[in-house]
């Protein structure tokens, strides 16, 4: 499955970047090519982003990486439980 993700976040990005330059480049007459070109950017960034944040969790899940310091984590004290 991770490999199939990892996929999934080159295929994303590359979308991102080529139909972001396609809706940059595009005559301002061509409104609905851009539009299409912006839409499918958009598409392709989000997808991308998830796919970045599954593949950390993943690695950072299996020991493939370190944990990351920057993030907050809860561990809860003892006493304090419910």
């Not at 996929?7 to 299409?36: C, D, H, K, Q």
């Not at 392709?44 to 796919?51: K, Q, S, V």
Request: charged fraction near 15%; hydrophobic fraction near 55%; charge should be neutral.
């Amino acid at each position: 499955m991770s490999k199939l993700i990892a996929v999934l976040n080159v295929v994303a990005w590359a979308g991102f970047w080529s139909f972001g330059y396609l809706a940059l480049t595009t005559p301002p007459e061509e409104g609905s090519r851009v539009v299409v070109a912006l839409l499918l950017a958009a598409l392709g960034a989000a997808l991308g982003i998830w796919a970045w944040f599954w593949i950390v969790r993943h690695s950072e899940g299996t020991g493939y990486a370190r944990r990351s310091n920057s993030r907050a984590r809860f561990d809860a004290d003892e006493g304090l439980d419910a």
